[in-house]
């Protein structure tokens, strides 16, 4: 049932993602729960300190207003009597509980950073970043690169960032994308954008005079016009990403009439 379900799903939005909690939901939700309890722990702090600096205030009559309940230590002498200690007990365990508790549910949160969503149930779009001094490269899988990242909205979407000189390292802030950009090795990240519109991209390791200048644009289209756009790319036949359909007479149009980039992105695929 569930994995009909599931093939049901795949076949009838085959760019599935709209449902993936978005690494962005993940950490607003991270800085909501530590706000709020932050918050509420100030509050019950400072409010039972004011209670009882209020209570126990001096009257100005001089008088000890305990006297007759409480039997005050003499200077230099411990004080004797209490609860033995059940107050301490109790704001130390309920501390505990607490700090343990969101540990292990931050730990469980960055865990599902770290994994990404079900690759079983997610159709991701993989793409390439190179880092160079000083810009990215995106590659998808039909070979074609380009200085933009264009992704379309609600799509996993899972990046293998790499650099050809030195050390970078590629963040889309706004999405809460952020990994290493290393020569000779791959570091990877995912994300999903639930919204259209202008991202940016950012180099995050100081890598030489250009480094300020590693800002590129991530656009989130809406599905169809990111197909429409992707369909058109230059060859974009080659891959089983996309329908290849309506790719064919891109193709052979782009094939017939080679740019400078043709040559560059057919040419060194085959070989
Ligand atoms: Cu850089």
């Known amino acids: 049932m569930a994995t009909s379900l599931i093939t049901y799903a795949t076949v009838v939005f085959p760019l599935h993602g709209g449902d993936v909690r ?3 939901a993940v950490f607003e939700q991270i800085f909501e729960v530590f706000l709020l309890l932050g918050t509420a722990v100030g509050v019950v702090v400072v409010a039972y300190t004011m209670y009882h600096a209020l209570k126990y205030r001096d009257d100005g009559s001089g008088t000890d207003p305990y006297a ?3 039997e005050r230590p003499e200077m230099g002498e411990l004080p004797t009597g209490g609860t033995g200690g059940r107050k ?3 704001s130390f365990s309920i501390s505990a509980i607490i700090v343990v ?6 730990y469980s949160q960055l865990l599902y950073i770290e994994q990404g969503p079900d690759p079983a149930q997610e159709e991701a779009l993989e793409i390439d970043v190179e880092g160079y001094r000083f810009g990215w490269d995106f ?3 039909n070979g074609h690169t380009a200085n933009t990242l264009r992704v379309p909205q609600d799509r996993v979407v899972r990046l293998q960032v790499t650099s050809t000189d030195v050390f970078h390292n590629f963040g889309i802030p706004e999405l809460r994308v952020k990994t290493d950009a290393v020569p000779g090795q791959y570091t990877s990240a995912w994300f999903t954008a639930n919204e259209t519109g202008t ?3 950012k180099c995050y390791e100081l890598c030489g005079s250009g480094h300020s200048l590693m800002t590129t644009d991530v656009v989130v289209m809406p599905q169809d016009e990111y197909e429409a756009w992707y ?4 060859g974009s036949a080659g891959s089983g990403d996309q329908p290849a359909a309506n790719g064919t007479a891109t193709e052979s149009t782009s ?3 080679p740019t400078a980039g043709d040559v560059a992105t057919t040419g060194g695929a085959p070989a």
């Open 231 to 234: 369909n058109g790319t230059e």
């Open 255 to 257: 094939l017939g009439t």
């Open 139 to 141: 590659i998808y899988p």
């Open 68 to 70: 007759d309940k409480v």
């Open 22 to 24: 978005a690494p962005s």
């Open 101 to 106: 508790s969101l540990i292990a549910w931050t």
């Open 88 to 90: 301490v007990f109790y």
């Open 199 to 201: 991202y940016a991209a």
